[in-house]
């Protein structure tokens, strides 16, 4: 038996179900992930891993195991998404930690958090004055989201009553040297404008820029990768590691 | 046409999977006139029991080298413990068949005719 072999074709197996159900699993980023979720993906993981390493068995039973709970983990997600009351029970919900500015021990204690826990998760988000909080929420992915008291909520163009023009969002020209002429099409532009643009920057072809985005303002950026900047600064506290 | 092909690579994918992992039970099978393993140990249990040593002496070779071309197909379907396994009784039955060992013979020819059935299973 050529294990090695054998544990690069199990691998490859391993690899693109895990792939595949992840997929259909959903997008969820690892910053929304539950405690469950968590637990849900190690385990997942754990027994890809173990279908690839474990010749002691075959890799059928592992597969079976990770199809079984990729489709429970699917079961659950249906559930949830139908079915608000189980949603709540599965995936909890968001709890008020400080209400008012005054922060609620009892269900601090409940949910096992400590006074310094929430101190830390204010830390986290630049406030370290108790007296700027006006609500708080700790969500079920264990994150806190704050209301601050308006007297601490910064001003805005609203308050002054300055107009402002939507900026929209920057859509890709060039990417990496290559004219993306349908970005080009939908910002009703043409590679004559474009060239006439790139020119003001010093740039004679398209495959000179690195990078450049139009936003729906009509504001150009643009990147060369020329950069002409002749020393890089070195942000590092000591040398190496070359 | 995308979209279905988004869906059925994923399927296929897997389904090619599934038959990868089941791939030992169905490439066990002969697939030629000298990887007919099951066959090859009815043979030695015959000359065995018919005490004709050099009768089982040559069919374990065909044996030995059958296994050899099966044990490559059946690998990555199949159990390591359960290849080992044959792969021990066949080493063991050479030493049976040198001393003449009848019984011992017989028992490693049953023993590895289970994990022969085990196999891909």
């Keep these: ?242 | 046409m995308r979209r279905i092909l988004i869906i059925a690579i994923p399927v296929i994918t897997l389904v090619l999977f599934v038959l990868i992992m089941h791939s030992g039970n169905f490439l066990k099978r002969p697939m030629g006139k000298d990887d007919d393993i099951p066959g090859t140990i009815d043979g030695i249990i015959e000359a065995v029991r018919n005490d004709s040593w050099d009768e089982a002496d040559s069919r374990l070779q065909g044996l030995e080298s059958a296994w050899k071309k099966v044990l490559f197909r059946v690998q990555f379907g199949s159990e390591r413990d359960e290849i080992n396994q044959l792969t021990k009784n066949i080493a063991r039955l050479k030493g049976a068949v040198t001393a003449k060992d009848k019984s011992g013979a017989l028992m490693e020819l049953n023993e590895a005719y289970m994990h022969w059935d085990e196999l891909g299973n």
């Design chain 1, 1 to 242: 038996m050529n294990e090695g072999l054998v544990v690069v074709v199990r691998a490859i197996i391993s690899f693109f179900t895990l792939l595949i159900f992840a997929k259909i699993l959903g997008k969820e980023q690892i910053s929304q992930l539950t405690f469950f979720d968590y637990i849900l993906g190690i385990t997942i993981g754990s027994i890809a891993s173990e279908a690839t390493v474990d010749l002691s068995s075959r890799a059928w039973p592992h597969f079976v195991g990770l199809l079984s709970w990729a489709v429970l983990a699917y079961l659950m997600q249906y559930i949830s998404l139908k079915w608000r009351y189980a949603a709540k029970i599965i995936e909890g919900e968001p709890v008020i930690v400080i209400m008012n500015g005054k922060i609620m021990d009892n269900i601090l204690r409940q949910m096992k958090f400590r006074a310094s826990d929430i101190l830390e998760l204010l830390r986290n988000q630049g406030i370290f004055d108790m007296n700027e909080v006006d609500y708080a929420i700790l969500e079920p992915n264990g994150s806190l989201s704050v209301l601050k008291k308006p007297e601490y909520l910064p001003l805005t163009r609203k308050d002054m009553n300055i107009k402002a023009k939507p900026t929209g969002i920057s859509t890709e020209l060039v990417y990496d040297g290559k004219l993306i002429e349908q970005n080009l099409q939908q910002m009703n532009k043409d590679k004559r404008w474009l060239m006439n643009q790139l020119k003001k920057y010093g740039i004679r072809d398209v495959s000179e820029a690195f990078l450049v985005t139009l936003n729906d303002a009509g504001s150009l950026y643009v990147d060369k990768y020329n950069d002409e900047i002749k020393k890089v600064k070195d942000i590092g506290d000591y040398k190496g590691p070359y």
